[in-house]
């Protein structure tokens, strides 16, 4: 029987930002004839002990690692989440950190595995507009590249009934250009949810299967920004995360391109805030600004911030209440929906999380036999006892 590398196990558990305690509690390790919990997981780490097969599948569940790594013959080199401009702020936790990593790990794995069916296909043509810009062209130009191939148009998202529908259009523009854009939230429960201020996006500059990741937990607003700001990203041809800090060059050089292509600057020109309206008249103006236009109203100040017209101390403490009010705006529809016991079907969450181009692209490769069910449900993220499931939500039902 192959043996688990020790070393393996305690690197595991250190990526995946658990200390012994903690992890002793996770892994549900208990005090046994006479030797402390924390003393037997040492244990395990130290090659004294080999663990149970059972106890090496609840680390594979805890500590967020395929199976397989645990019977790699060394622990693995990190693997960079992207540019270093693009590193996650230093207040995050390690455990923040884990839970980053383990997301990124996941989309990578998704997203090779779309390549390599696309290969499989002769389907792999390039895409030449990944890397197409540089930021010397400036944010005018790149606006206008991203725009035209996307053939974005900024009347018909307006038009959408919500901020939700205004992204789903947007959304729907870059599948059609060949770009895969997945939400993800979590790792698989809600204990494992993935903080908006740790991870906002991520993109994969890949010039046949470009993904771009939006962390599904921001607010419906909040989503166009994040997409235009990766596809930012991918028109530099640049892989990474992008989070809630802007104070890199790079990054808010991003961060113009997505706010001039939902907002664009001209519209500010007779955006007045009179001297002397307090905090909430502010906070209030902003808001109905925002709410036509069916972007965040962050968004919004942000764009104030860059022109001068208020102050980096009041665009933080409108960032904080804005964020504050969408927490307790979700928690309210939170209660309505336990109310009401209703709701969106699971399957029908993952489908939307997933994308419409993503789900027709897995059940054309099905079909074709170039991807399995298990793979099929990897790049969905789901088992797959459910992959069909997905492929079904939602679909008109033919007529007997």
Request: glycine share 6%.
């Amino acid at each position: 029987m192959v043996q688990v590398n020790p070393e393996i196990l305690k690197w595991a558990r250190e990526t995946a930002g658990l200390n012994l305690s903690d992890a002793v509690q996770m892994l549900g390790i208990n005090d046994a004839r006479g030797v402390a919990a924390i003393d037997r997981l040492t244990a395990l780490e130290a090659g004294v002990d080999q663990p149970s097969r059972p106890m090496i599948l609840k680390m594979v569940n805890k500590y967020h690692r395929p199976l397989l790594t645990f019977y790699l013959s060394a622990p693995p080199v990190r693997e960079d989440r992207g540019e270093d401009f693009r590193t996650l702020p230093e207040t995050v936790t390690e455990m923040d950190k884990a839970l980053v990593d383990a997301a990124v790990r996941d989309i990578r794995t998704r997203q090779s595995l779309v390549r390599a069916a696309l290969q499989d296909q002769d389907e792999d043509t390039a895409l030449d507009f990944i890397g197409a810009a540089r930021k010397a062209d400036g944010v005018a130009a790149v606006v206008q590249k991203i725009t035209e191939q996307l053939e974005f148009n900024l009347s018909i998202y307006r038009r959408q009934s919500s901020p939700a529908d205004a992204f789903k259009y947007m959304r729907s523009q870059a599948e059609a250009a060949g770009i895969f854009v997945i939400l993800v939230t979590d790792l698989g429960s809600h204990h494992t949810a993935i903080p908006v201020e740790n991870f906002r996006g991520f993109a994969l500059a890949d010039d046949v299967a470009p993904f771009i990741a939006i962390n599904g937990n921001d607010s419906r607003g909040a989503l166009a920004f994040t997409l235009g700001h990766e596809l930012a990203h991918l028109w530099l041809g640049q892989t990474g995360i992008s989070g809630n800090h802007a104070v890199q060059t790079v990054e808010k050089f991003c961060n113009d391109i997505a706010s001039e292509i939902l907002v664009p600057a001209v519209e500010f020109a007779d955006f007045d805030l009179t001297i002397g309206l307090d905090f909430e008249a502010v906070k209030k103006l902003i808001t109905e600004f925002a709410q036509v236009r069916k972007v965040s109203s962050t968004m919004i100040a942000y764009k104030l911030l860059s022109f001068d017209k208020i102050s980096s101390d009041l665009f933080n403490s409108l960032r904080s209440a804005y964020r504050q009010d969408f927490i307790q705006h979700r928690e309210r529809e939170r209660e309505r929906a336990r109310q009401k016991d209703s709701g969106p079907s699971y399957l029908t969450i993952r489908r939307y999380r997933a994308g419409t181009a993503l789900v027709d692209l897995v059940g054309r490769m099905m079909h074709s036999g170039t991807l399995t069910t298990t793979k099929a449900g990897k790049v969905l993220g789901v088992s797959g006892k459910n992959v069909q499931g997905v492929l079904e939500a939602n679909r008109p039902r033919q007529m007997a």
